[in-house]
């Protein structure tokens, strides 16, 4: 086949909505598109446990731990498919620690922002989770495949994720004065950077019409945040709490919430890494990956051991 | 042992899991992992790939050792099974009256 036709195959099987699979030939831009969401998107689930991990011997009750421990646990698997997904297009998971560890590759703004109380723990769930769920539904029929797969997996774990943080959010809000305060609190402070995870409005985002064409996205960043908007007000109302944004109205002629401006100087500010705990976090993920130098290269060595042993225990039997 | 294979960063070779969901199934492909040997990929993909009771068997392949068909061959390979309709059950006319067959 010539360079065109392959660009025809492949052309031809996204218009078909059949899935490109790791040996497919594919555009250059496609798999570098692909390496860096996808390696974006398993950073963001690794450098994730950071914030929730600060909670876990501090949770109020065993079941609350038992949960807390469960879903940060599933967010390193998380990682891991993501990890996965992205290496079968060519890229090594130690090239992939790397770009995250030195700056070169993003994760999710949202993680660079404390969590101060043990409702951040319910905000999140419901918030920042409910924000991802919104993004990854539509990436299950990605036209990656490994991604797509990768990706149904990730959809049907994380709705515990957030349905528990919706919990701990209602838990406060129908209890003491005090408590309720601190739900209402935590809504505040991760309300606005949770819209701000479905990336800058479809006007400043420049991979976005690629992306789309190509059904690597298969909803715009506008169309998710409101489509979020509008199923977030009506749990709020649920919640009892109230929405963090004088703005809000809603619009019959559009059928969708209005909602108030982002403050998108803020969100780049932290994508450039200044926002509370970027540095905070990185040093922590840094931290982790050196100090298990010694377990990875001990693990490596028991292997190879019991590699030896057994070539040893085959070679006395055969004499 | 040379001085270098102790301090080789290199990462672990990569594994293929295959999870049986339940007693009397195949084992289907879920996903793959990382590990330094047999042991630790098992161990791995019990943690990674069964965490909501997903399976009750597992293998895993180092990825090396998966040989793939080549997608570009995809037409000598599978077209002639096109035109052979005559392999299925549904292609022969029976008579109403004949039963359970």
């Known amino acids: 086949m010539t360079q065109y036709s392959f660009q025809k195959h492949f052309d031809d099987k996204i218009d078909s909505d059949m899935t490109i699979e790791p040996k497919d030939w594919m555009p250059d831009d496609y798999r570098k598109t692909l390496i860096r969401q996808i390696s974006q998107h398993a950073h963001s689930e690794i450098v994730g446990m950071l914030p929730e991990g600060n909670w876990i011997s501090r949770a109020p009750t065993l079941r609350r731990k038992a949960v807390l421990m469960a879903k940060v646990q599933d967010e390193a698997g998380h990682g891991l498919y993501l990890y996965s997904a992205a290496e079968t297009l060519g890229v090594s998971r130690d090239e992939m620690y790397s770009q995250l560890h030195t700056g070169k590759a993003k994760y999710s703004s949202i993680f660079n922002y404390p969590t101060l109380t043990w409702a951040d723990m319910g905000a999140i769930g419901w918030l920042v989770d409910g924000a991802a769920i919104m993004n990854q539904v539509p990436l299950c029929r990605t036209s990656y495949g490994p991604y797509a797969r ?136 840094k931290t982790a990956w050196e100090k298990g130098q010694w377990v990875r290269d001990a693990a490596t060595a028991y292997a190879e051991k019991r590699a030896a042993r057994k070539a040893a225990a085959a070679q006395t039997k055969a004499a | 042992m040379s001085d270098n294979k102790h301090t080789n960063k290199a990462e672990w070779p990569l594994w293929e899991v295959f999870i049986r969901s339940k007693a009397g199934l195949d084992h289907k492909h879920a996903g793959s992992l990382h590990a330094a040997d047999v042991e630790m990929a098992i161990e791995n993909a019990r943690d990674v790939y069964t965490r909501r009771q997903e399976g009750v068997s597992i293998w895993v392949v180092e990825s090396k050792n998966i040989h793939a068909s080549d997608p570009g061959e995809s037409e000598s390979l599978y077209e002639p099974a096109n035109d052979k309709i005559y392999r299925h059950p549904t292609f022969y006319n029976l008579p109403d009256e004949v039963k359970y067959m």
């Open chain 1, 150 to 285: 990768a990706m149904v997996r990730v959809c049907k774990e994380e709705s515990f994720h957030q349905r528990q943080g919706f919990e701990i959010m209602l838990t406060l809000a129908k209890g003491t004065e005090i408590q309720r305060k601190m739900a209402q609190d935590a809504f505040n402070r991760w309300w606005w950077p949770s819209l701000m995870m479905f990336g800058p409005p479809d006007a400043e985002s420049p991979n976005t019409a690629n992306s789309v064409r190509w059904r690597i996205k298969r909803l715009t960043n506008d169309e998710l945040r409101q489509k979020f908007v509008d199923v977030t007000v009506e749990q709020a109302k649920v919640l009892g709490l109230d929405m963090p944004d004088k703005d809000l109205k809603w619009n019959e002629e559009r059928g969708h919430y209005d909602f108030g401006a982002i403050n998108w100087a803020e969100f780049y500010n932290v994508v450039k890494g200044n926002g509370p705990c970027n540095k905070q976090r990185l040093d922590a993920r």
